[in-house]
């Protein structure tokens, strides 16, 4: 696999996309960026400027949020000038942690962000809605699936209207995975064995 690689991943809230992102980046032993990370890197921006001792300082201190965290409190709300320039903000925080070096980004439209670099692979996960359910009940705190899809609907709301595209929909990522039927391992096994053998075509 090339020294350089970035992931994007979006997920329906549910799927364990989150856990996904954190054993991807773990088994290829690359940072992992999401919401919490990107903000703070975001604010540096505009402030200043994102160099190698503050990328370090992300790399090294800052904790990517848990499983407890308040989920998308601000998707889907305030869409607006305001929130604009918080989005474009986070996108140029996105493009510079990109390209400071092999990552993961969870979710902050990094798909859409990201999609013109050569090195990028975005990814959406996706599973049924039995799967979802018990992941709702046993990990996401009791949460109901009507719950989880209020959640998705704030997700895409968000997204549609920064990207113009329409959330969810495969032809905006490279790989579309449902992980109803397998363990996160083997899925995120699949996921890079499916990059190598695509890197390996791009060299043919």
Known sequence: ?????????SRKYGCGGRELAQILAEKLNIKLYDRKIVHIA?????????????????????????MAFFPFR???????????????????AIRRLANSGSCVILGRCADFVLDDLPNH???????DDEFRTERGKNVYGGKTLK?????????????NYYTG??????????????VSKFS??????AIIKYIEEVQVNRTK
Request: proline letters at 2%; glycine letters at 6%; hydrophobic letters at 40%.
């Open 1 to 9: 696999m090339d020294k350089n690689i970035v992931i994007s991943i």
């Open 42 to 66: 975001a604010a540096k921006l505009e402030t200043d400027d994102l160099n190698e001792n503050d990328l370090l300082e992300l790399e090294n201190t800052v904790n990517p949020l848990t």
């Open 74 to 92: 601000s998707f889907g709300i305030n869409l607006g000038e305001a929130s604009r320039g918080i989005f474009l903000s986070e996108a140029k």
């Open 121 to 127: 692979f975005s990814i959406f996960v996706t599973a």
């Open 147 to 159: 719950e989880l899809n209020i959640e998705d609907k704030k997700r895409g709301r968000y997204y």
């Open 165 to 178: 595209k329409e959330w969810g929909d495969p032809t905006n990522y490279n790989l579309v995975v449902n």
């Open 184 to 189: 996160l391992d083997d899925v995120a096994e």
